[in-house]
């Protein structure tokens, strides 16, 4: 089964309008010849997304969200709903990230009315998951794992699955500079395959991708894309200089 590389640039509260536009201007003219073997997406903060959706309009780049919430409109201070997102021509929106569960206090419950809603909308959630450090210890990793997947996707029927994408993030590898390695990376994607195998079969299991996120930077993106189940990267650090997440995404589908 072949999956289209997917690699996205998760800014998170870093660039506003004037830096998106300046990051987009040196990025747009160098990134075409890469986009046939794979799919970029950016996803700058909430202001600076009107900016982005002009430059990225006629761009072989896509526009994602950081978050969306799982409401319709009215009395929520501060958040943003899908019919926002899609009149900017926002494509994906990233969900469940560990920085929303452990700063914000996202659960499984709350991520799930998230993806169902992004899916109301026709966006395409990049839905996150991983394990702490200390689950990883304490030989946890596939109950969290199941408990993430099973609770994030209850309900979600298998068409809506396939406008998913998975992002396979473990919590100690984000912002850190440790990677996991090629061969711990690739253990849990399989893993993660082999739960949606069990949620919606297994042709559409192998139908899905799943990206690693982690510390992934040019030096390390061909080893990890050159997995059988890691189908491309979701990218903080890396992605903040464009010549730096150039590179990543040339050395990504070069693996
Ligand atoms: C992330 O924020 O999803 C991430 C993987 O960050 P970094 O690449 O900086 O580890």
Redesign the pocket.
């Known amino acids: 089964m072949s999956r289209k590389l997917i690699i996205a640039a998760?800014w998170?509260m870093n660039k506003g309008p004037s830096e998106t536009g300046d990051f987009l201007k040196t990025f747009l003219a160098k990134i075409a010849p890469l986009t046939s073997n794979c799919e970029v997406v950016v996803a700058p903060p909430f202001v600076s997304l009107p900016i982005a959706s002009e430059l990225l309009a006629n761009s072989n780049v896509e526009l994602a969200a950081q978050n969306v919430s799982q409401f319709d409109s009215g009395a929520y201070t501060g958040e943003v709903n899908v019919v926002m997102l899609k009149e900017l021509y926002v494509r994906h929106v990233i969900l469940g990230?560990s920085e929303r569960r452990s700063i914000y206090g996202e659960t499984d419950a709350v991520i799930n009315g998230k993806i169902k809603k992004a899916r109301e909308a026709n966006l395409r959630p990049i839905f996150c998951i991983g394990e702490t450090l200390e689950e990883r210890e304490a030989g946890k990793l596939e109950e969290v794992l199941r408990r993430q997947v099973r609770g994030g996707l209850d309900g979600v029927s298998e068409k809506d699955l396939l406008d998913c994408v998975l992002a396979y993030?473990p919590v100690w590898?984000?912002?850190?500079g440790v990677t996991a390695s090629p061969e711990q990376a690739q253990e849990a994607h399989a893993f993660v395959r082999s739960l949606l195998a069990e949620l919606y079969g297994k042709t559409v299991s192998e139908k899905i991708r799943i990206q690693y996120?982690?510390?992934?930077k040019a030096g390390n993106a061909a080893e990890l894309m050159g997995q059988p189940d890691i189908d491309g990267a979701?990218?903080?650090?890396?992605s903040l200089e464009p010549q730096s997440f150039l590179d990543l995404i040339q050395n990504g589908v070069a693996g």
């Open positions: 998760n998170k990230h993030e590898a984000i912002g850190t996120g982690g510390s992934v979701l990218v903080g650090g890396a």
